[in-house]
T-cell receptor, first 111, second 110 residues
Framework: DVKVTQSSRYLVKRTGEKVFLECVQD?????MFWYRQDPGLGLRLIYF???????EKGDIPEGYSVSREKKERFSLILESASTNQTSMYLC??????????FGPGTRLTVT | QKEVEQDPGPLSVPEGAIVSLNCTYS??????FMWYRQYSRKGPELLMY????GNKEDGRFTAQVDKSSKYISLFIRDSQPSDSATYLC??????????FGTGTRLTIIP
């Protein structure tokens, strides 16, 4: 079974803090993704990565950055957290085009 | 107009009923079609994956794609309380980007 794990299930941060969300997959997948999920808006792609040290912007990259130093690990960074970044963050990995496997999600609250 | 439209529900049906979930889309270039199931406070789980028009069956689940009408459906036969979840449709162009529907919340009443 594919396993995608995320470092935290719930996180509460203050406005202006730097926030790190980590994702690890154990199936040697090349592709990894970060989405956020909000009621009424569905899942929106923030960033994705085809390979180590490679990254591509998704549909809503503003206010976020990513890091992929190892194949199995993909980190999402909120440089200066804001209240409008309160959301559910979902990491996914993919062995080939489109078939994605998701982690359990991190529910982030920024106060 | 959204690229993918999905009725958010909520949808409640009695146990044992046949459930029909639907999505319409506007981009005729979509090549891959998926259904994900998401339980409360969990990540989405891939349920069905198809890349052609027609039907695909897996146990009690059938995915149907009609590219001419830009319409996809998921049917659940003999629905169980454990099927209660939010169902997300998703579509891909053949690159790595997927476009998701907003999800339909389904409750199966025992």
């Amino acid at each position: 079974d594919v396993k995608v794990t995320q470092s935290s299930r719930y996180l509460v941060k203050r406005t202006g803090e730097k926030v790190f969300l980590e994702c690890v997959q154990d199936m040697d997948h090349e592709n990894m993704f970060w989405y956020r999920q909000d009621p009424g808006l569905g899942l929106r792609l923030i960033y994705f990565s085809y390979d180590v040290k490679m990254k591509e912007k998704g549909d809503i990259p503003e206010g976020y950055s990513v890091s992929r130093e190892k194949k199995e690990r993909f980190s999402l960074i909120l440089e200066s957290a804001s209240t409008n970044q309160t959301s559910m963050y979902l990491c996914a990995s993919s062995p080939f085009k489109s078939r994605k496997y998701f982690g359990p999600g991190t529910r982030l609250t920024v106060t | 107009q959204k690229e993918v439209e999905q009725d958010p529900g909520p949808l409640s049906v009695p146990e044992g009923a046949i459930v029909s979930l639907n999505c319409t889309y506007s981009n005729s270039a979509f090549q891959y079609f998926m259904w994900y199931r998401q339980y409360s406070r969990k990540g989405p789980e891939l349920l069905m994956y198809t890349y052609s028009s027609g039907n695909k069956e897996d146990g009690r689940f059938t995915a149907q794609v009609d590219k001419s009408s830009k319409y996809i459906s998921l049917f659940i036969r003999d629905s169980q309380p454990s099927d209660s979840a939010t169902y997300l449709c998703a579509m891909g162009l053949g690159n790595e980007k997927l476009t998701f529907g907003t999800g339909t919340r389904l409750t199966i009443i025992p």
